[in-house]
C-alpha cells in the first residue's frame, strides 16, 4: 500500500527549531519528487520545499530560505525538513508529497504530485 506518513511536528517556541520526517511506503522513491508544503485556515496551500531524488536537487520557498533544509535517507525511505529559527508564521499543518517519475526535478507547485500524507500540525508560539 503506498502511503506517506508526516511525523516530529508540535509546538515549538520562537527561535526553536523542529524536524520533520515523512516516511514513505510503497514508493521505491529512487526516481521521484518528495515536497513538503503547509497550508493554514483560509490559505491556499504553499510549497514549502522539494527534493528531485535522482540528483538530490533541492528546492526551497524564499520565505524558508536559509532557516529550513531538506534531506533525504535513503537507507529509511524518508525525507526530513530541518526546520530552525521558527517564527509564527511558520504555523501551518505541514504535509509532504511525492510526484512519482520527477526524479530529475522538482517543484513547489501541488498540482504537480500524485499522493499525498495526511499532514502534521506546527505550532510556532510562546
Known amino acids: 500500500q503506498r502511503q506517506l506518513v508526516e511525523s516530529g511536528g508540535g509546538l515549538v517556541q520562537p527561535g526553536g527549531s523542529l524536524r520533520l520526517s515523512c516516511a514513505l511506503s510503497g514508493f521505491a522513491a529512487d526516481d521521484d519528487a518528495i515536497g513538503w508544503f503547509r497550508q493554514t485556515p483560509g490559505k491556499e496551500r504553499e510549497g514549502v520545499s522539494c527534493?528531485?531524488?535522482?540528483?538530490?536537487?533541492?528546492l526551497y520557498a524564499d520565505s524558508v530560505k536559509g532557516r529550513f533544509t531538506i534531506s533525504r535517507d535513503k537507507s529509511k525511505n524518508t525525507v526530513d525538513l530541518q526546520m530552525n529559527a521558527l517564527n509564527a508564521e511558520d504555523s501551518a499543518h505541514y504535509y509532504c508529497?511525492?510526484?512519482?517519475?520527477?526524479?530529475?526535478?522538482?517543484?513547489?507547485?501541488?498540482?504537480?504530485?500524485?499522493?499525498w500524507g495526511q499532514g502534521i500540525q506546527v505550532t510556532v508560539s510562546s
Open positions: 508529497a511525492i510526484a512519482v517519475g520527477s526524479g530529475y526535478v522538482c517543484y513547489l507547485t501541488e498540482n504537480a504530485y500524485d499522493y
Open positions: 527534493i528531485s531524488t535522482m540528483r538530490d536537487r533541492t
